[in-house]
């Protein structure tokens, strides 16, 4: 048979394999399929985009105790030195909560031990690898504890819940966690795929293999200095490579000796169109991760709906994660007499949504003359101090103060006169 010929057949085979974005098997050798693990997915720029906007997201808000009644912050918590001082010695909060969403996205969980003083009070929050602590149910009780492994000694604890901050990704049960990896591991292998498929196309040259004929039969092993036995066509498909495959060989002039001819086998209307369709597998990734194509450099790209679509990302992406959290840390981190007491633990969200200056301002006039906001709220939102008689609202009658609007409300519908008290 004539190397022309068996290389023919060999590229018939591997093309009913089926080398599409709906069928990634053929891209991978017989019985060697890939094992999709955490850092391969996060090799995959969508993921490792929409990993990094989320988890930069949640770790970016700030954190304060609030009085569920009065509204009121409250600065001087001893909780604040846990949740915007220092969790543990070795994190900031921004790192601390980047590396929860960061785990529960990749890995479905998220878990923190909370070290606590002799008096019960939170000292230190230390994250746990995923892999180090696992709930179970106790059977016959239904009590539900945490296996954790301390990770500075390795010696493993029974945890009670009030011990352990678990922050969940979709679940099935409430108990554990899946994470995004499992439920798009088809998508995600497909891209991690697609992605082999087009550094291997670029390594060669961008172009596909050709084939070398020759009228010599080379059937006829070659036994080396040390003992191997090769093949004739083995050593010239090795040089061949070494000269000519890679990006940086692309072009060079081919000198072809003892009958050599090279064919180039035409690059298909697929592997041609083949990065516009990565497009596809990116949309898919962006629906798992609940993040909005612009974000990831792909979709409409216009100021006014992407302004909406930041909006959209904030509610329906962030918010439902941070309310889980903050009902987490309320319920683990506050004394009870704290929640008796209407306090909760709050990420303010208001982070995310500042717009530019201009939207900024019209937003906050807006509140100010609706009496929502006084100045010091206003000063608050953009991390400034509270200024003397900054706490007064005033309505809409000439900014005039609250106290005063009913009774000046008053005679002005009565033309100012004395007969206000009737009007």
Wanted: aromatic letters at 8%.
């Amino acid at each position: 048979m004539s190397i022309s010929k068996g290389l023919a057949r060999l590229g018939r085979r591997k093309s009913a394999a089926g080398l599409s974005l709906e069928s990634p098997e053929g891209w991978f050798p017989v019985g060697k399929r890939r094992e999709l693990t955490e850092d391969a997915a996060m090799k995959i720029s969508a993921v490792n985009a929409c990993v990094e906007i989320i988890s930069n997201a949640v770790g970016m808000l700030p954190v304060f105790i609030m009085d569920s009644a009065s509204k009121r912050r409250m600065k001087d918590h001893p909780l604040g030195r846990v949740l915007w001082e220092r969790p543990n010695e070795a994190m900031s909060p921004f790192v601390f909560f980047r590396l929860m969403e960061c785990h529960r996205l990749l890995r479905g969980n998220a878990y923190a031990w909370i070290y606590r003083s002799g008096y019960g009070e939170p000292v230190e929050l230390i994250p746990l690898p995923p892999a180090s602590c696992e709930p179970v149910i106790e059977p016959g009780t239904g009590k539900l504890w945490y296996l954790a492994s301390e990770p500075k000694s390795g010696r493993m604890y029974k945890l009670d819940p009030a011990d352990i901050l678990h922050f969940k990704a979709y679940s099935h049960d409430g108990v554990r966690g899946v994470s995004v990896l499992h439920r798009a591991q088809q998508t995600l292998r497909t891209a991690a795929a697609a992605q082999s498929y087009e550094q291997a196309l670029y390594e060669n040259g961008g172009r596909p293999s050709g084939i070398l004929k020759t009228q010599t039969d080379l059937g006829d092993e070659i036994v080396l200095d040390d003992g191997t036995k090769i093949q004739p066509k083995d050593i010239i498909r090795q040089e061949w490579e070494k000269v000519h495959a890679g990006a940086g060989n692309s072009f060079r002039v081919a000198v072809l000796d003892m009958g050599l001819e090279y064919q180039p086998i035409a690059m298909s209307n697929a592997d041609a169109q083949f990065v516009e369709n990565k497009a596809v597998t990116i949309a898919d990734i962006s629906r798992f991760f609940g993040v909005q194509l612009y974000k990831l450099g792909e979709g409409k790209q216009s100021y006014s709906s992407n302004e909406q679509n930041n909006i959209e990302f904030c509610v329906s992406t962030i918010q439902p994660t941070i309310t889980q959290m903050e009902f987490e840390e309320t319920f683990k981190l506050l004394t009870i007499s704290d929640r008796r007491r209407g306090m909760e633990v709050r990420h303010n969200m208001m982070a995310l949504l500042r717009g530019d200056t201009a939207s900024r301002g019209a937003w906050y006039r807006t509140m100010r003359e609706i009496s929502v906001y006084s100045p010091n709220d206003i000063r608050a939102l953009e991390d400034l101090p509270d200024v003397p008689g900054g706490d007064t609202r005033y309505g809409s009658l000439n900014y005039i103060p609250l106290e005063d609007f009913r009774e000046l409300s008053r005679q002005r519908n009565a033309g100012g006169g004395e007969k206000g008290e009737t009007a």
